[in-house]
């Protein structure tokens, strides 16, 4: 959104009672919304707890830090407001009492009519690179103009935009329900550490005795990796999928299938690199330590991964990602580095892992790859809604030029 424009200020969809009122006014935000300084809403005390009753919030991604049991100074007149971050100009929707973390936090009231919702759901198509660090609100984002309706034709639009966002919360939802079981299934299916037996045994194993603790190296071949040549061009964007640290953001969700970086054949037999075959699990030892995922096809990785290749008689390699999963809490604790945490290859030869038979094995991946094919199709769910939310609020609002820094 911009300063100024000349365009015609009318949006592609209208609802019917509005489509004969003409354009849109261009207003800045500071006319449609009051500020408040939060002074007399800071929490004092850090002893967060979920079992209080009231929410500490910033305009940040984390949005609620925790919750305290401070009963004086909570906002609760006037709400929804908007929590706006002075310094980075974040936002968030609030409709529910609340206690503020921060000083640099505004709280902001509609004004006359302004409907809070419609504002903030207009602040979220403002694009303001923060260039310095002030207090944005007073001196730049007040003065920042938006194509404004009338009220009746804000709320109507707001009312729209609120029942999507009441469908993308209750999806969101069951996706940290489901999430939620898998966690609990992770930590009962697998048995707790220094103990052989886990909480819950499918009914079919529950006679099979105490699982056996194998050292990792005798139950499937370990490999590494090695970075060719970056000076040598011809060693590089050759078709041959090569994990790196660059692909670390794909780590952790199962199946790794594309890589940022390819290398070539040449590139693999003028280095230490190997082709590791589909099926390979993969673990980062170095930034990222931790992070794991299955090959989903032939490829090579750096030297910052490890590599199994299961004996499929002993170690299903889905078995062997959950147990990985499982031990990413103490894979970052027992690495090591200043700048950036490294585990040696030392560790992960001695490494042991507490495993059943091969049956018991593939059932309890079977459960468990269940479970994640349900939550990435309800993660897809919420992505489609989200995205349904954006095409709808660039139909809703007339296209102007977007604000920059």
Known sequence: MSKHNKQVLVPERRFREFRGNGTWELKELGDCLDYLQPTNYLVRSTAYDDKFSTPVLTAGKTFILGYTDETDGIFEQGLPVIIFDDFTTASKYVDFPFKAKSSAMKILLARKNANIKFVYESMQMVRYEVGVHERHW??????????????????????????????????????????????????????AEGEMLPKLRFPEFR??????????????????????????????????????????????????????????????????????????????????????????????????????????????????????????????????????????????????????????QQRIANCLTSIDELISSQAEKVDALRAYKKGLMQQLFPAIDEVCA
């Open 138 to 191: 007073i001196s730049i984002f007040s003065k920042l103009r938006i194509p404004v309706p009338c009220l009746q034709e804000q709320k109507k639009i707001a009312d729209c935009l609120t029942s999507v966002d009441s469908l993308i919360k209750s999806q969101t939802q069951k996706l940290a329900a489901l999430k939620k079981h898998k966690k609990g299934l992770l930590q009962q299916l697998f048995p």
């Open 207 to 360: 006679q099979k005795g105490e699982w056996k603790s194998e050292k990792l190296d005798g139950l499937g071949k370990r490999g590494s990796g090695h970075t060719p040549n970056k000076q040598i061009s011809s060693y590089y964007n050759g078709g041959v999928k090569w994990v790196s640290l660059a692909d670390s953001n794909k780590l952790d969700n199962r199946y790794i299938s594309t890589t940022k970086i390819e290398i070539s054949k040449e590139g693999v037999e003028n280095s230490s690199a190997v082709l590791h075959p589909a099926g390979t699990v993969i673990l980062s030892r170095d930034a990222g330590v931790g992070k794991s995922a299955i090959l989903q096809s032939e490829m090579a990785v750096s030297q910052h991964f490890i590599a199994w290749t299961c004996n499929e008689t002993r170690l299903s390699n889905w078995f062997l990602y959950y147990v990985l999963q499982i031990l990413k809490p103490t894979f970052e604790r027992v690495a090591v580095g200043n700048t950036i945490k490294t585990i040696g290859m030392p560790y992960f030869k001695e490494l042991r892992i507490q495993v059943p038979s091969i049956g018991e």
